[in-house]
Every structure is written in structure tokens, then in C-alpha cells.
């Protein structure tokens, strides 16, 4: 059933090597992953060009920061909670984080949901499929076929869920829908990414409550993403998403227990192995915008395996769509600002219709040539 609804006009596969398939006659890399059982990809899909792409270190490993989200709210360890989260935000742009109190259970049950979704019949899914970046929900492949001329081994479920909480109603469950356990999730996130907020904007040096309201935080848009890269036959050709900065200002990211994200770090990808149950939390250009580069977005990657099905749940929290975001007026005493200001529905619309590369959506906007 679902092989049928893959390739609109499939192409014959030259006897060479695989045919040239775009993305925009695949609706779902899954199923064709599935339907096509070849051990060749379509040279459409060679997204790696650097020849070292595989020379990820790994001795970064015991560096990688991990900030206690209980410590943050804790009157003793508060002051030195906020120092790691600086260092790990100006640093890195990333980190792990660790007792943020979302239970297990919902993290677990939303990842056997977000499976569940992915399985279903393309008949069912194909509703979804929209090219707007700003419709409720989206169901997708690759990032925006249209833009590419070289496409990224992924589905997508992309969904707003703040202010209007939107989500597919479907699948149903035996116990709960797949959108009541997805409510639930995203609920829970704001308020760790509100948090989170609040201690980035004390060091900074401000207010804690300065970011939630120059950005409008309390009326921010949330993207919800669930993200599933099915195995690759040529995983040293593809990739399942390229590098890239997010266009939010706090992403946090889980996934199912297989690796594959990378984080660029003093000019190496870094493997991210998250410790159990942490969420993975990634800076996104509004913070660099608002920070004025004191806590640059970070790049990231997904890289691919032969063997497994990744899934990541992949929330982004933003500021609200009408907001002008800009460096924030307190940092500009002593200092020029690094960026012109832009309306976030203008940044979210330009970077969802652009490919995906590097940073540069934020480049548009940079007034000085990075120091
Ligand atoms: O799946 C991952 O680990 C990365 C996902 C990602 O970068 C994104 O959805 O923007």
C-alpha cells in the first residue's frame, strides 16, 4: 500500500548507479527506503561533500556540558548553576540537561507515538503535506524540496503547538491519543525552555524576566517536529539533516536511543551521546540576535546508520511571530550591535523556504563581519 504513493513518476534506474530521484516525487524517504530495497541511494541524496565528514571527534566527549535543571531553581546552587549555563551557552550553544522533571514515562510514550504516527499509511498522512511554513500541521521529507538540488534522508511531522496547540488526531491509542501525550509534552517543555530563559537572561547580566519579554515569550510560537531518518543503505553519502543553526531561541531535543546527532564545536563535529533522559538543548539565532553573539546559535547535523530507524522529538521555542527581536538595548551600551533587527515571521517564513545550510538565514541579517 504505501509503495504505491512514493514516487509519483519514478525514473528508470541507469544500470550504472541509482537514478536521479528529487525529493519533490518522494513523499516519504521511508517508504521508499522501504519499497526500493536497493543498496544504492539516488545520487540526489549525496549530501556529503566534505571527504572527512566521518573524522568526528570523540575526545570532546568528557567536555560536553551538562547543566542540573534542579540546581537552577535551587536557592543555594542558583549563582553557580547560572555560571554553567553562561559558559555552556557562550562555549557551546548547547548542552545537555539533566533532573529537568519531565517524566520518563511521557517521554517514552510520546516516542512509541511518534513511531506510531510515522507508520501509518501514507493515505493517511498525505492531508498534511503543505509547503506553508506557517500551516498548523505539515507531513514532509527531506527540508524544502523545492530549494534543494540535493535532498536529506528524513520525514517530518512539523506541528505549531503554541499559542494554538495543533496535532494530528491521529493515530488512535489504546490509552491515549497521540495528540493528548504530545499536549502534555509540549506544555511541559515551555516551562523548562521559560526557565531555561530566565537563567540565560541573568547571565547575561539582566533581569531574569528580560528575554521572556522582549521576545513575548508568554504568546512565543512553538514548532513541534518529529523527525524520523530510516535507515540508509550509503550512510557515508547522506545525511539526514545538513548543518545548520535553528531559528528559534531554545530547541530541546530527545531522540530514541540511537545516536546521530553532531555538534559543531571549535570547528569539529562532535558526537552527541545524551545521558539517560536528558533533554539536549540547542541555542537558536534569536538568542545570538538577542544576545548580540555573546551566545551563538550552535551548527548541527544528522548523520545516518545502515542498521536503525532514529527518531528525534524536536521542539523549538520561539518568540511571538509579531515580535521585532533584536540585540537587546541593555548589551548596547558599551557595544555596536552585530545585527539589524527583523520581525520572527519574517525570519521563521524566509528560513523554512530556504535550504538548509549553515547559518545562512542569521548571515542575512548581520551588520559587522564576525570578530
Ligand atoms: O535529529 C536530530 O538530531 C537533529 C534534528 C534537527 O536538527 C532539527 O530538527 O532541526
Redesign the pocket.
Same mark, same amino acid.
Not at 240 to 249: E, F, N, Q, R, V
Not at 342 to 361: A, G, I
Given at each position: 500500500m504505501a509503495s504505491s504513493a512514493t514516487i509519483s513518476s519514478p525514473q528508470p534506474e541507469a544500470e550504472a548507479g541509482p537514478a536521479k530521484v528529487h525529493a519533490s516525487q518522494v513523499s516519504s524517504i521511508k517508504v521508499f527506503a522501504e519499497s526500493n530495497g536497493a543498496s544504492l541511494i539516488p545520487s540526489t541524496y549525496h549530501s556529503i561533500t566534505d571527504l572527512h565528514h566521518d573524522d568526528a571527534t570523540h575526545d570532546l566527549a568528557p567536555s560536553i556540558p551538562v547543566i542540573d535543571f534542579s540546581l537552577l531553581t535551587s536557592h543555594h546552587h542558583h549563582v553557580k548553576a547560572l555560571h554553567q549555563l553562561g559558559m555552556a551557552c557562550a562555549n557551546w550553544g548547547f548542552f545537555m540537561l539533566t533532573n529537568h522533571g519531565i517524566p520518563e514515562n511521557l517521554m517514552e510514550e510520546l516516542m512509541n507515538k511518534s513511531h506510531e504516527f510515522h507508520d501509518l499509511p501514507m493515505e493517511e498522512k498525505k492531508e498534511f503535506a503543505d509547503n506553508d511554513p506557517l500551516s498548523p500541521i505539515r507531513h514532509g521529507t527531506s527540508f524544502c524540496p523545492q530549494a534543494e538540488n540535493v535532498h536529506y534522508w528524513r520525514d /517530518?511531522l512539523k506541528t505549531l503547538t503554541f499559542p494554538q496547540f495543533n496535532f494530528p488526531h491521529k493515530p488512535p491509542g489504546y490509552s491515549r491519543y497521540c495528540r493528548e501525550v504530545a499536549y502534555d509534552y509540549s506544555h511541559k517543555i515551555r516551562a523548562v525552555a521559560r526557565k531555561l530563559l530566565e537563567g540565560i537572561s541573568e547571565s547575561l547580566g539582566l533581569e531574569s524576566n528580560s528575554i521572556i519579554e522582549s521576545t513575548g515569550f508568554d504568546s512565543g510560537l512553538q514548532l513541534f517536529?518529529v523527525?524520523l /531518518?530510516p535507515p540508509c543503505p550509503q550512510p557515508h553519502l547522506a545525511l +539526514?539533516?545538513p548543518s *545548520?543553526s535553528?531559528l528559534g531561541l531554545l530547541?530541546l531535543?530527545m531522540?530514541n536511543g540511537i545516536g +546521530?546527532?553532531q555538534v559543531k564545536h571549535d570547528g569539529k563535529w562532535v558526537n552527541i551521546n545524551p545521558l539517560p533522559n536528558c533533554l539536549i538543548v540547542l541555542l537558536g539565532d534569536q538568542l545570538e540576535v538577542l544576545s548580540n553573539g555573546k551566545y551563538p546559535s550552535v551548527l *548541527? @547535523?544528522?548523520i545516518l546508520n545502515n542498521a536503525d530507524t @532514529?527518531i $528525534?522529538v524536536?521542539l $523549538?521555542n520561539g518568540p511571538a511571530l509579531d515580535k521585532e527581536i533584536g540585540p537587546v538595548v541593555e548589551l548596547l551600551d558599551k557595544e555596536k550591535p552585530l545585527f539589524k533587527s527583523m520581525k520572527y515571521r519574517d525570519y521563521f517564513q524566509v528560513k523554512q523556504k530556504t535550504r538548509l545550510s549553515d547559518k545562512c538565514s542569521l548571515d542575512e541579517i548581520r551588520l559587522h563581519a564576525q570578530q
Amino acid at each position: 500500500m504505501a509503495s504505491s504513493a512514493t514516487i509519483s513518476s519514478p525514473q528508470p534506474e541507469a544500470e550504472a548507479g541509482p537514478a536521479k530521484v528529487h525529493a519533490s516525487q518522494v513523499s516519504s524517504i521511508k517508504v521508499f527506503a522501504e519499497s526500493n530495497g536497493a543498496s544504492l541511494i539516488p545520487s540526489t541524496y549525496h549530501s556529503i561533500t566534505d571527504l572527512h565528514h566521518d573524522d568526528a571527534t570523540h575526545d570532546l566527549a568528557p567536555s560536553i556540558p551538562v547543566i542540573d535543571f534542579s540546581l537552577l531553581t535551587s536557592h543555594h546552587h542558583h549563582v553557580k548553576a547560572l555560571h554553567q549555563l553562561g559558559m555552556a551557552c557562550a562555549n557551546w550553544g548547547f548542552f545537555m540537561l539533566t533532573n529537568h522533571g519531565i517524566p520518563e514515562n511521557l517521554m517514552e510514550e510520546l516516542m512509541n507515538k511518534s513511531h506510531e504516527f510515522h507508520d501509518l499509511p501514507m493515505e493517511e498522512k498525505k492531508e498534511f503535506a503543505d509547503n506553508d511554513p506557517l500551516s498548523p500541521i505539515r507531513h514532509g521529507t527531506s527540508f524544502c524540496p523545492q530549494a534543494e538540488n540535493v535532498h536529506y534522508w528524513r520525514d /517530518y511531522l512539523k506541528t505549531l503547538t503554541f499559542p494554538q496547540f495543533n496535532f494530528p488526531h491521529k493515530p488512535p491509542g489504546y490509552s491515549r491519543y497521540c495528540r493528548e501525550v504530545a499536549y502534555d509534552y509540549s506544555h511541559k517543555i515551555r516551562a523548562v525552555a521559560r526557565k531555561l530563559l530566565e537563567g540565560i537572561s541573568e547571565s547575561l547580566g539582566l533581569e531574569s524576566n528580560s528575554i521572556i519579554e522582549s521576545t513575548g515569550f508568554d504568546s512565543g510560537l512553538q514548532l513541534f517536529v518529529v523527525n524520523l /531518518y530510516p535507515p540508509c543503505p550509503q550512510p557515508h553519502l547522506a545525511l +539526514g539533516m545538513p548543518s *545548520h543553526s535553528d531559528l528559534g531561541l531554545l530547541t530541546l531535543l530527545m531522540q530514541n536511543g540511537i545516536g +546521530g546527532l553532531q555538534v559543531k564545536h571549535d570547528g569539529k563535529w562532535v558526537n552527541i551521546n545524551p545521558l539517560p533522559n536528558c533533554l539536549i538543548v540547542l541555542l537558536g539565532d534569536q538568542l545570538e540576535v538577542l544576545s548580540n553573539g555573546k551566545y551563538p546559535s550552535v551548527l *548541527h @547535523r544528522a548523520i545516518l546508520n545502515n542498521a536503525d530507524t @532514529r527518531i $528525534s522529538v524536536v521542539l $523549538s521555542n520561539g518568540p511571538a511571530l509579531d515580535k521585532e527581536i533584536g540585540p537587546v538595548v541593555e548589551l548596547l551600551d558599551k557595544e555596536k550591535p552585530l545585527f539589524k533587527s527583523m520581525k520572527y515571521r519574517d525570519y521563521f517564513q524566509v528560513k523554512q523556504k530556504t535550504r538548509l545550510s549553515d547559518k545562512c538565514s542569521l548571515d542575512e541579517i548581520r551588520l559587522h563581519a564576525q570578530q
